[in-house]
């Protein structure tokens, strides 16, 4: 997309939020390229002669513009380096605010301080309109009349609502957030009734029902609300969207819908559907998850539909929709080129509608789809709540989005219906979406989200050696650790298809993600600045039109000739297996260490590798306490002896931290499930290479990548041995451990003074 096409785009957006750029117009408020006066020209003038592309004013009084727009190419590599040119422009014309945009994102700063606008904390991503920009304090906007609640003063109703449902005898997790969507759905559509044109009678809407009481209240939205909703939006399946309330208690029914009534969920700057099914499924999840259900994420779901590019006419499909996230952002896209290309109108917006989306979801999340893409402003009825797995589908969707169901198992029939009858539910789904691409078309395309396990267990080498002979795959795309939490630790990636007369490259393209724009904590905090899934964006049409490849020196983007991929024993998908290259001034660990298998035939006591204390190391009876015994074999005989200063890990642990150095001055026994392995280079102190393995943010991310597994991560000790570390000479190292013993002593001092006070004080 060429930076004219971007403006294209941009100019949309700023009439949807209220920007007049008609020409001619006498309240026209918004100039391209050349500023409203020659005054301002005046003060733009410079040797090279250039403008700003978009000047932004409040009224035709006020001289001083309010607003610049820099716009770039999709392709442009950085949009953080316009910020210099805009601010600039910004500065000489003594302009407040400044946005980026190049299709993917925007950025929006306050000039004189640099910093990026925030709305309750929240960094805008978005155009704003001039009625929100002339709220703003500086580069801050605390103002609950724009912002009327925030997600956390949400995440306490559903909190609320979740325990009253809990209550009420509401106890599956999953139930519990089907009732509160079908609340939260009366809600809704009550409030968008007149924007999406509804035309849903009066006593069907919230406020005909909300001040009913008790026993009332719970008939008349079973009775009369749910079966006339169910007549206004009928499926074509015949089946009931709306099913009655479950909930018995109905004082309890009573005090949710007055919460949920003193918000007008219709102003509140957050995706409502998209946080109440995180919170919910989060919840369900830490107990339950049977249906390999997990939370994408919201910028996750926006990068895919970006690099897929759905176009108007073409038909989407997510095979295993959830709650309709991606199909519901596909729908948000297309809807923007049709007003972008000006096409806009009753009989594209019906076609849009009615044969654009289709979706298949085996659980009763595909009614609460169907729920959200009505809110959305799309129809419903190609959402179909069957078993994906046994209903496959031949030559029939352009593009294919989806999240697959992570790990299911499935049935010797259902695994007789793929071209490869492996007895996987993740083997399954990708050769589900590879059959439905539509084999007549060059354009079919499909963007799916995997366990990293796809990429390297034996189970799919047949699966690997398909997608790379017969041209399948087109790229892969590694994302950090961690971007599914708390839902998983899996890692995972993005396998990107093309159907069978897509033209194909010759090399697959590996491109690695390692900042996603959140920290990769429990709690993903947001990262200012543009992001590897930005850049992958910008690159990606150039990848495809063959103008980057393994010649463009690029260290994000590796190319994998397939030949190799086949030639390789186990159709390996790492890339770590074709390019690991050892950096300058490092070391592989497997030149340094050397692995012990020695039996404990002395009876030494047992110790536990966690992640819980700062080695990694305690024994057994001190980790357990009173359970040791329960958790320990009678013999520990056959366990591995750890002498002082030797180390170990749980392989299948090794992605979350567990390893452990034995800093006690006698041997100790680990369960020989774990590799126990010594320092052998006298270059290199034992706990310094603990510190790097530990500590070492790359060095951790590298353990993370050759980690793999259907479950859990597992990490072999020959995939271990190519972990790299830095190079520092001996001196360096012993004054880093040595601060590091030095700071441990302290905290032992005052623990030891901490217990002396507690002892002296609460002893009986």
Known sequence: MNEREVENLLETDLREKGWNDRVGDPNRNVYRQVPRTQEERDLLKDKNQLFPDYILYSSIEKSTPIAIIEVKSAKYKNLEEAKEQGINYAMKLNVEYLFLFNKNRYIALHVPTEKYLLV????????????????????????????????????????????????????????????????????????????????????????????????????????????????????????????????????????????????????????????????????YNQRNNDLGEYFTPRHIVDFLVNILDPKFG?????????????????????????????????????SLRKNSLHGSEISDTAKIAKMNMILTGDGHSNIIQQDTFSNPIDNLYDVIISNIPFNLDITKQQAELYPLEINSG??????????????????????????????????????????????????????????????????????????????KLEKIFFYTVDNDGYTLTTRRRKIHGINDLDEFIAVYEEIKQGAIDETTERKDITFVDRKSILNNKNRSLQLFNYEDALKDGHVRLGKIIERIRILNTKGYPTASITNKTFWGLLLGQEFWGQNFASVTSETNSNYSIAEPKWLAFNPSRANIGSFGINMNDTPVAITSAYPVFKIIDSNFLPEYVYLQIMHNPIVKEDINKRSYGTVRQNLNFSDFSSVQIPIKSLEEQEQIVNSILGKMNIIKEKEIELNNILENNFTI
């Not at 959830?322 to 729908?331: A, D, N, P, R, V």
Request: net charge negative; proline share 3%; glycine share 6%.
């Open 426 to 503: 993740n083997a399954a789904a990708i050769q589900h979406i590879m059959k439905a691409m539509k084999e007549n078309t060059g354009t079919a395309r499909a963007a799916v989200i995997v366990p990293e396990a796809i990429l390297e267990t034996g189970t799919y080498k047949d699966l690997r050696e398909k997608m790379v002979k017969e041209k399948w795959l087109e790229g892969i795309i590694s994302l950090p650790s961690n971007v599914f939490l708390p839902y998983t630790e899996a890692k995972t990636s993005i396998l990107l298809l093309n159907g069978k007369s897509t033209p």
């Open 120 to 283: 309750n904390g929240i960094e805008v991503e978005h155009m704003l309109s001039l009625e929100q920009l002339e709220l703003f304090n500086g580069h801050r906007l605390d103002n609950e009349d724009y912002v009327v609640k925030t997600k956390s003063d949400l995440i306490i109703l559903f909190d609320k609502v979740n325990n009253k449902l809990r209550e009420s005898g509401v106890t599956a997790g999953i139930q519990r957030f089907t009732e509160f969507s079908n609340l939260l759905f009366l809600k809704l559509i009550s409030e968008l009734n007149k924007e999406h044109h509804f035309n849903l009678p009066s006593h069907l809407l919230w406020n005909a029902y909300k001040n009913y009481e008790g026993v009332n209240l719970l008939s008349y939205i079973n009775n009369t609300v749910i079966p006339g909703l169910n007549a206004q939006f009928e499926s074509e399946e015949r089946t009931s969207l709306f099913t009655k309330l479950r909930i018995s208690n109905t004082a309890n029914l009573e005090v949710i819908i007055k919460m949920m009534d003193s918000l007008d969920f219709s102003k509140i700057d957050s995706d409502i559907k998209g946080d109440s099914f995180e919170y919910f499924i989060q919840k």
């Open 314 to 350: 073409e038909k989407v499909y997510d095979p295993f929709t959830g709650t309709g996230g991606m199909l519901i952002k596909s729908f948000d896209y297309m809807l923007s080129e049709l007003q972008r290309r000006e096409i806009y109108n009753d009989e594209t917006l019906a």
